[in-house]
């Protein structure tokens, strides 16, 4: 099961969207893979928890919240993330993590952001003070740069990346930048906080490298 903190959820558009209301709870299904899985939505007091039944068993799947790579693994997380990542985009009001994100930088390496180009007033690079390396840059940019055609701007945050972690939901090869060492992370949609703290601190230890 998952879990998200969020005080941006419009009960309204949950309503519209197709959730029910059970006394408290705002509850949501949506079969997925052939139907053989139920996503299951519950949103109650601005928590949002999701989980994924195998249908014939109707038993919680626990592997699509687990570090598996098996392929049959990734394709219904993929399935999974793209129905919450779909209630995120239209069921919360104005959303992103870029606070949250310039805040723990500042906050764990004492690092200020750089606007370097009066072009792109929104973009903003973050440097490691000890030799001068970018390890983020913070912009503003048409979602279709990353996926889809959709022209509605969101907030990306790309960092440094050993490892290939892409998955085109929420973690997209770098956007103008090396695409092998570099990933840009959606902060419009629904990636867990926690993750991109840790993304962050790994991109800084990267850029320490020589």
Do not use: Q
Request: one cysteine or more.
């Amino acid at each position: 099961m998952r879990r998200y903190d969020n005080k941006n959820i419009n009960y309204d558009k949950l309503v519209s969207y197709g959730f029910i209301l059970e006394g408290n709870n705002y509850i949501y299904n949506k079969k997925i893979h052939n139907d053989e899985f139920n996503v299951i939505i519950s949103v109650i007091s601005d928590v949002i928890t999701s989980k994924v039944i195998e249908v014939d068993s109707n038993e919680e799947y626990i592997l699509v919240d687990t570090s598996s790579t098996g392929s049959f693994v990734l394709e219904l997380n993929k399935e999974y993330e793209e129905v919450i990542n779909d209630i995120f985009n239209k069921c919360l009001d104005k959303y992103d993590l870029s606070d949250e994100v310039i805040f723990y930088i500042r906050s764990k390496y004492g690092d200020e952001l750089e606007y370097l180009w009066e072009k792109f007033p929104s973009y903003a690079v973050v440097r490691n003070k000890k030799n001068k390396k970018w390890y983020a840059l913070i912009a503003e940019i048409e979602k279709n740069k990353l996926v889809g055609e959709s022209k509605e701007l969101v907030w990306v945050l790309n960092l440094r990346c050993d490892r290939d972690i892409v998955d085109n939901v929420n973690i997209f090869p770098g956007y103008h930048m090396n695409k092998k060492s570099w990933i840009s992370i959606n902060l419009c949609g629904n990636i867990d906080i926690e993750e991109v703290y840790n993304l962050i601190d790994r991109s800084y230890l990267l850029s320490g490298r020589k």
